[in-house]
């Protein structure tokens, strides 16, 4: 099956369809501990990196989600990986969300190139009117870079995802409307 994740880039990101044929150069990254201690999803070893790619993919198949995989130009490596998710045609409305990358390139500006990238194609390309993150409340580093794209707090869901460990965070709900970003 073609995928319908379009590929986007910039000068320093390159974002291109995550696949199966492509998930391997994310395994030692992945492998990073704690990369995704504020997620409930499990991406720690090869096995559990692919099953997360499966699920990516079904949920792409079934027009849910478009899930990418980050190279950064400037190291010539692969990064990570993000996705468009919980995508409502009908309402306009999609997540950007299942976002990880590296440490290597946390704080590097390739996240918010990313991001950047990924609003322009929502806002511009797909015509939606709103673009929503859900961020663990601890995760201020990730709080703080959505409110810098213009990302207004709109909510708390309390106690509202297990992670992985057994703890039951709370989730801030955050929206970008397409005028707020225009």
């Not at 409340?137 to 794209?149: D, G, H, Q, Y």
């Amino acid at each position: 099956m073609k995928s319908f994740t379009p590929i986007l880039e910039n000068d320093l990101v390159k974002l291109t369809p995550l696949s199966l044929s492509n998930y391997h150069y994310l395994i030692p990254i992945a492998g990073q501990e704690k990369l995704i201690e504020y997620s409930p999803s499990n991406i720690g070893t090869a096995e559990a990196l692919k099953k997360y790619v499966e699920q990516a993919l079904e949920k792409e198949r079934n027009s849910a989600a478009m899930p990418f995989i980050i190279y950064d130009k400037r190291s010539e490596k692969f990064a990570g990986s993000t996705r468009f998710m919980n995508i409502d045609q009908k309402n306009k409305v999609l997540e950007i969300g299942s976002t990880w990358i590296g440490r290597e390139f946390q704080g590097t500006g390739l996240n918010g190139q990313a991001k950047l990238l990924m609003l322009d194609y929502a806002f511009n390309e797909m015509n939606f009117e709103k673009v929503e993150f859900r961020i663990d409340e601890r995760n201020i580093r990730s709080r703080k870079a959505v409110e810098k794209l213009g990302a207004k707090l709109e909510g708390i869901l309390r106690k509202n995802v297990y992670l992985l460990d057994g703890y039951k965070r709370n989730t801030c709900c955050y929206g970008l409307l397409k005028e707020e970003w225009s």
